[in-house]
């Protein structure tokens, strides 16, 4: 008998709901552990806290002097909120968090200690971090980087921690993490937007790019889950057959929250409020055992260190319900994967979501501005876009029946369908007074506020406009959202920049009135646009060869996808934004290929184990049994056994075939690798893992799920999809 597989059946068997204490009202504990607005009042001089207001509004520096009070303040708070250590927290391109602990608590000669966090530690940290991901821009012996504070992302206490949020940076200025460029991004869109929004409201000083993003993730018992070694060093399964039961009842979408889940999210949720991540909406996802938590939207770069957070909140906070959180794209074939949608919009600091539809023809041709400057963006960038969301997990969803394709369009609904055709037809160059009139009252004023047919929005689109936002869909679960949003936010900022100067010159060169100026642009990009539109339905295979014949890339994996990232075109855009320089742009595509070989020889290493050392020898030994019955049924019926040994030979031979059939791929495969692996080329690399080591995997499981149906049940050694996935 299986031992561990069914040890942690038992163990999953005996789990119960944890008892969670709840406050009455969420909204007195949100933000408790961190050092907002309100704590600073009651710890900072006037001045300081001025002063951090500035730089989070402003961008201003923060004085040293100031620096040395504000760390003070921090540090009482923090100490009577229970921290004893202080970290830089940041996010180098491995993916995940970092920080690197060190204790307040300091001594100063004479047998005295003190607590202590000086002005200069706040600031500016020299963590050793020589083994992060950094594509070629630090040598090993040049290897410092350094961490810098982030006052635009508020500190917090997590546990007995003290956590800043900073960037980090090589010692020559490259970005060597997530929220760098991130920042600059959006510091690129805030400027390229403001300028634009001048047309129509002189008051507008700042921009701020919003996310609102929604966590997919699967909660599995944790003895089931680390029971299985692809689970464990993967994330996800590598085989295993399909339950005669999965998602086809549609019973689990939206359902009642299983007792243990409801738990574990009320749980989770508490932490989260502490933390001040506004988490509101909590459901059911559509496979076994697949959840999804949203919050309300923010500010993109508190939004992307929030969702960096609640992944390693998650992760602590599973534990104590004996939970696994998959955070993979596909932890399971033949039921949906996961995702993170990212909603995303700009506003000013007037109060105006630029992309809602206002109540006046003006308000409303601000809209449009917005609305269509940012479809033109991603038609030009589409591919940029694309391999934004690449990786070697996201490939398994993207195109899978079940997610958006990895062809980029833009879904707008009938109603805005109907307003760009209008638009269209504005005549060129300068509109009659009748004409300006008409389109006031009948198209642009007739905007509702709210768009009704986008409330039944099209799922299968990977770039949704829905209402006041556009949702980004095909970002993967556990994907971090920096990149996607420095990207569209980048391209979004390179288009209005363009925009703004193609209406200057018709407005100081043609003469035209601002209004005429900004029609006649509009109506050249709704013409130059229309490739991307696309209002039907994404996973049919008459869109992909719609997609094809309009231009559209449709860049299946990731080594294809992330090609464009150095082209020549892709490196200007982030170098004139300010955004990356050609170093920055070269390094993070060589960490992302690098990745993702490494996640496909990983799976294959896996894989090969498991198929050699735990589905053959089993097989083996049924095998071994069923001979042993054939014998007996041979001593006992003598030549007559073939009537009733019948199926017993039918599967021995069965086996045998699978066996054979394992045990070659597996050959091939390895042999695969080898030969990958001694090529020195990063491309070339990628390739073969992609199209030469991963095909493998399908024939290899194929003959793996076929066993699992097959040997008795007591003997299968790896935990089973329906034992997974209907365990609650
Ligand atoms: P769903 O897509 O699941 O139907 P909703 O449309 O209600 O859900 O909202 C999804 C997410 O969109 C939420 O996280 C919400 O905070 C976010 N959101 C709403 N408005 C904006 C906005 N202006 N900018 C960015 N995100 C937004
Ligand atoms: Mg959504």
């Not at 409020?273 to 919050?295: D, S």
Request: proline share 4%; glycine share 6%; aromatic share 8%.
């Amino acid at each position: 008998m299986s031992t561990l597989r069914f040890f942690a059946v038992k163990e999953s068997l005996k789990r119960k709901p944890l008892k969670i204490k709840e406050p009455k009202r969420r909204s007195e504990v949100f933000g408790a552990n961190v050092f907002n607005e309100a704590s600073m009042r009651q710890y900072l001089t006037k001045e300081a806290l001025s002063s951090i207001i500035e730089a989070v509004t402003k961008g201003t520096k923060i004085d040293r002097v100031l620096a040395d009070h504000i760390s003070t303040g921090m540090k009482e708070w923090a100490i009577s909120k229970g921290a004893t250590h202080y970290t830089h927290w940041f996010q180098p391109l491995t993916g995940a968090t970092a920080e690197k602990h060190d204790a307040f608590f300091e001594t100063i000669g004479d047998g005295i200690a003190i607590e202590k966090f000086g002005g200069s530690q706040l600031v500016q940290q020299e963590p050793d971090a020589s083994s992060f991901p950094n594509g070629g821009i630090r040598n090993t012996f040049e290897a410092r980087g350094y961490t810098a504070w982030d006052p635009t992302s508020p500190a917090f206490v997590y546990g007995t921690t003290l956590c800043i949020p900073t960037v980090f940076v090589s010692y020559t200025g490259e970005a060597l993490d997530y929220k760098t460029p991130l920042l600059r991004a959006l510091h690129a869109v805030d400027k390229a937007a403001v300028a634009v929004c001048k047309y129509f409201d002189k008051n507008v000083k700042k921009v701020s790019a919003s996310l609102g993003w929604e966590q997919e993730y699967f909660l599995i018992d944790n003895a089931l889950a680390t029971s299985r070694p692809d689970i464990v060093l993967t994330g996800r399964t590598l085989l295993g057959h399909s339950p005669a039961k999965g998602q086809q009842l549609d019973d689990h979408y939206f359902g009642t929250i299983p007792s243990r889940a409801m738990a574990y999210m009320r749980d989770l949720e508490n932490e989260c409020m502490l933390l001040g991540i506004p988490v509101k909406t909590r459901h059911n996802e559509v496979a076994p055992n697949q959840f999804e938590l949203a919050p309300i939207f923010e500010e993109a770069n508190l939004a992307v260190d929030h969702n960096s957070l609640l992944v390693d909140v998650m992760q602590k906070v599973a534990k104590r319900h004996n939970f696994s959180v998959l955070m993979h794209e596909k932890p399971f074939a033949g039921v949906n994967g996961s995702g993170k949608h990212n909603n995303w919009s700009l506003s000013t600091d007037t109060g105006i979501n630029l992309l809602s539809p206002g109540k006046t023809p003006m308000s409303n041709l601000q809209f449009l501005t917005f609305f269509i400057n940012t479809i033109k963006a991603v038609q030009t960038h589409e591919e940029l876009l694309r391999a934004a969301i690449a990786s070697a997990s996201n490939d398994h969803r993207l195109g899978a029946n079940e997610a958006p394709p990895a062809i980029i369009s833009v879904f707008i609904g009938a109603q805005l369908t109907k307003v760009l055709e209008e638009l269209e037809t504005v005549t060129k160059g300068k509109l009659s007074p009748q004409e300006k009139t008409d389109l006031k009252l009948n198209v642009v004023g007739k905007i509702p506020e709210i768009l009704l047919d986008n409330t039944d929005r099209n799922r299968t689109s990977p770039f949704a406009f829905t209402g006041n936002k556009f949702e980004f869909r095909a970002v993967g679960s556990k994907a971090n959202c920096a990149n996607p949003m420095t990207v569209l936010n980048s391209i979004v900022a390179k288009q209005l920049i363009d925009f703004k100067e193609e209406v200057d010159v018709l407005i100081d060169k043609k003469s035209m009135k601002k209004d005429d100026a900004i029609f006649n642009v509009l109506r050249e990009y709704i013409k130059t646009s229309k490739a991307i539109l696309f209002e039907g339905n994404g996973y049919s295979e008459i869109w992909e060869k719609e997609a094809k014949k309009r231009g559209l890339s449709n860049n299946k994996t990731t080594p294809e996808a992330l090609k464009v990232k150095v082209s020549k075109s892709s490196i200007e855009l982030f170098e004139n934004l300010g955004v990356m320089n050609e170093v920055e742009s070269k390094a993070r595509y060589e960490i992302e290929m690098e990745e993702y070989i490494l996640h496909v020889q990983i799976e294959s290493r896996v894989l090969g184990d498991i198929a050699r050392n735990h589905v053959v020898p089993t097989a083996v030994r049924y095998q071994n049994i069923l001979i042993e019955n054939v014998k007996g049924l041979k001593a006992i019926y003598g030549d007559q056994f073939k009537d009733f040994a019948k199926e017993q030979l039918n599967i021995i031979e069965q086996i045998s075939r699978h066996i054979e059939a394992i045990n070659s791929s597996v050959t091939k495969m390895i042999e695969e690798r080898k030969s990958v692996n001694s090529q020195g080329n990063i491309e070339k690399k990628a390739k073969g893992y992609c199209n030469k080591v991963k095909p493998l995997f399908d024939d290899i499981r194929y003959h793996c799920d076929k066993l699992e149906l097959m040997i008795d049940d007591e003997l299968w050694p790896l935990t089973k999809y329906r034992e997974l996935l209907f365990t609650k």
